[in-house]
């Protein structure tokens, strides 16, 4: 196992905006490398000693409704060498799943989410910062397709939950923390040159890290 010092990438954006596909092309290029993904949305609290009924009026595009302190403390153990547990999230019940995933130290480490560029400390542990930045008009429809088909909503609750919650939380939280990125990224993952340019950035502290 390498002993040098894993790269850590952190990839914000707007709910539909593109993360996973961005997310999707870096892993496929390094599979050479070790990577790992650890997903902001994992790490939603446990929200198990609530009914479900409370659970369904949790706001989850605020930065509170994330235990941001485990999400540290992952990344700050991955960045040592050492395995995680990962959570797992369980959104038809809206809750943490009882089991977890049990993730080894990688060289490369792909932090996505939301928020992940909203708190400091997590920032301070990134070597590279990227905001995916898709208009708003490609995001509510991927949202759509997305949560109807995938977490067996109704277009009613879904447009609903989008201009009640969404929107402005994407406005106050998410939108603002584009200005801590390195990179922001038009179109996500259909933005090739932008993702050779990662690639290359990402080899380059690859090669150059001094072993620990
Ligand atoms: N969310 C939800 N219900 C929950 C928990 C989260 O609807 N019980 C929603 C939040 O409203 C938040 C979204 O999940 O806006 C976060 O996931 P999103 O960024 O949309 O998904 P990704 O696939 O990670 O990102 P992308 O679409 O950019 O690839």
Redesign the pocket.
């Known amino acids: 196992m390498s002993k040098k010092r894993p790269v850590v990438i952190g990839i914000a ?11 999707h092309a870096i892993h496929d290029v390094f599979k050479e490398h070790s990577v790992v993904v650890i ?3 994992y790490y ?1 609290k446990d929200q198990s000693h609530l009914e479900f009924e409370q ?1 369904l009026s ?4 605020h930065p509170n ?1 994330f235990d941001t302190d485990l999400l540290i403390e992952d990344v700050k153990r991955l960045l040592n060498r050492q395995a995680i547990e990962k959570p797992v ?1 369980d ?1 038809a019940l ?1 809750t943490r799943a009882k089991e977890t995933i049990h993730i080894e130290p990688q060289d490369v480490i792909i932090l ?3 928020l992940v560029l909203e708190d400091e400390r997590l920032r301070e542990l990134m070597d590279i910062k990227l905001f ?1 930045d ?1 208009d708003s008009d490609l ?1 509510i429809i ?2 759509i397709v ?2 109807i088909n995938e ?1 067996g ?1 109704s277009i009613d609750s879904v447009v609903d ?1 989008y201009l009640s ?2 929107r402005p ?2 406005n106050q939280f998410i939108e603002p923390t584009k200005r801590y990125a390195d990179i922001i990224i038009p179109e ?1 993952g259909q933005n090739e040159v932008a993702i050779d340019l990662m690639v290359t950035k990402i080899k380059t502290i690859l090669e150059s890290e001094t072993i620990v």
């Not at 905006?17 to 961005?22: A, F, I």
């Not at 949790?58 to 595009?61: L, M």
Request: glycine share 14%; proline share 0%; net charge positive.
């Open positions: 954006g707007g709910s539909g905006s593109g993360k996973t596909s961005v997310t997903e902001q949305d939603y659970r949790t706001n989850y595009d409704a999230y959104y809206h996505e989410g939301i995916v898709t995001r991927r949202r997305r949560d977490r909503r939950q919650v969404v939380m994407h996500g």
